[in-house]
């Protein structure tokens, strides 16, 4: 077993963030880069009917990602809780019930999708009309994608548990491994052997599987206090999925916007419109994976921290990472509005309508981004420190709810600028949410001292898990 001289305990809160938030960033932005590098190649070789089948159909990853986060991102807090508290042997129970249960789920649902392939392509689109081709593409990209979708699956799960068993430059490496065995292997696949979306769809599931298999290798081999066991709790599958409903309900919510988005451009501008939105979501990826970067750094940290009773490092944990998320949303948001020419270059022709009508997207839609940070950062704190309830309301409304509200009337009375603008005028409405309940928390709940303390928690989980 490899030791580490990290003490979650008491070493600074600024020296473990940077620890956990420099490789976090570097995974996430390797991950990140599987989606862009198949928008990047998919636009060079097939063009904008290319993005347009790809953007009819990628509401299918947030929801993925939703799946296993709901096991996931709910399972580390609840593992971290009990390293924090000295119990390794219930973290091994969590993680083991957890992997076996995802990994056997994930299997029966690539089979359902495959099947149902058609009538899933049809709700993503709402219904709407599409040109034959767009929708010939879509449906091969999707087919491969749910053949694949284990390891679309297990490789995100397996490095949530790495990074919280103390090992995040394995998941860092794992990650980048990864994301450059898809950049050639979409090269050979579209260019080399010219074997169309089909084969940028493949690329990414084999390179899922080989960062997934360099992961699993940290388990099997036991390198850290979590390893499998065989052992099975059911009560630990539920736990973890009511701790990690929040995480899992902001990217199912990112799924169904995406659905709404699609019906809404598609009524306003066609397949122009869902290109659009597709250029604008790839170029986004980066600004998001970073600001998520900062989260993922502070969930261990909180949860760690909570199972030892350290309140007062929780309160100072949260407001380094508020600073740090509202500083990078802002810098990001200068990078994005001086150079977004170039950057939707790398995906359409700076001369096609698709590049003009995109770089003005995204100067209104990335203003959302900066205040999507703070929100992100609030809800995922709260989840880590298992005050779900409080952590789901503000993911419903920075995800879904005024999203939903405001889309409708404002893409019909201004058309793609109102659509573009809901997205930054709900993550405000959003912030208004997130101050509240965060103003609560301090003065009533858990920040307050007077929630049920780690301690109780402990008590009870006990009876469950």
């Not at 995974?27 to 599987?34: E, F, H, I, K, V």
């Amino acid at each position: 077993m490899i030791a580490t001289s990290l003490d979650l305990k008491k070493d600074s809160i600024i020296k473990l963030f940077f620890y956990y938030f420099i490789p976090a960033l570097c995974a996430m932005l390797a991950l990140s880069t599987y989606s862009t590098i198949d928008g990047i190649f998919v636009g060079q070789k097939i063009g904008t009917d290319g993005l347009a089948a790809i953007g009819a159909c990628w509401a299918v990853f947030p929801a993925c990602i939703a799946y296993e986060l709901l096991f996931g991102f709910g399972g580390a807090a609840i593992v971290s809780y009990f390293l924090g508290k000295d119990h390794a042997a219930r973290a091994r129970l969590v993680f083991s019930s957890i992997f076996y249960f995802v990994a056997l789920s994930s299997v029966a649902i690539g089979v359902l999708g495959f099947v149902l392939v058609d009538e899933i392509l049809g709700f993503l689109t709402r219904g709407k009309n599409i040109s034959s081709e767009i929708y010939a593409l879509a449906r091969i990209y999707l087919q491969i994608t749910f053949l694949g979708m284990p390891f679309l699956i297990l490789h995100p799960l397996s490095d949530i548990f790495v990074v919280n068993d103390k090992r995040p430059l394995l998941g860092m490496f794992a990650m980048t491994l990864g994301s450059a065995s898809n950049i050639v292997l979409n090269y050979v696949f579209l260019f080399v052997l010219d074997m169309g979306i089909e084969g940028s769809a493949l690329a990414t599931i084999l390179a899922h599987f080989i960062g997934f298999s360099v992961l699993l290798g940290h388990f099997v081999r036991k390198r850290g206090a979590l390893f499998f066991i065989p052992r099975f709790s059911f009560a630990a599958v539920i736990s973890s999925a009511k701790s990690g409903l929040p995480e899992s309900i902001s990217e199912l919510s990112a799924a169904i916007m995406m659905v709404l988005y699609n019906g809404a451009l598609l009524s306003i501008a066609g397949s122009v419109g869902l290109a659009v939105y597709s250029v604008v979501l790839y170029c986004g990826i980066v600004f998001f994976t970073i600001l998520l970067s900062v989260s993922q750094a502070l969930q261990p940290i909180a949860s760690f921290n909570y199972g030892a009773g350290n309140f007062a490092r929780l309160r100072y944990a949260l407001g380094f990472a508020l600073i740090v998320v509202v500083a990078i949303g802002l810098m990001l948001y200068g990078v994005f509005y001086a150079f977004a020419p170039y950057f939707v270059g790398f995906f359409v022709d700076s001369s096609d309508e698709v590049a003009t009508l995109s770089v003005k997207a995204m100067d209104i839609y990335y203003i959302g981004y900066v205040l999507l940070g703070v929100n992100m950062a609030c809800a995922i704190f709260l989840q880590s420190i298992q005050r779900t309830i409080s952590s789901i309301i503000i993911t419903i409304c920075y995800t879904f709810l005024f999203i939903a509200l405001l889309l409708p009337p404002l893409s019909e009375s201004y058309g793609l600028d109102g659509a573009f603008a809901s997205y930054p005028v709900a993550q405000g409405c959003a912030l208004l949410v997130a101050a509240l309940v965060m103003g609560y928390e301090l003065r009533y709940g858990i920040l307050s001292g007077n929630a049920p303390s780690g301690r109780t928690l402990w008590k009870r989980r006990k009876h469950r898990v």
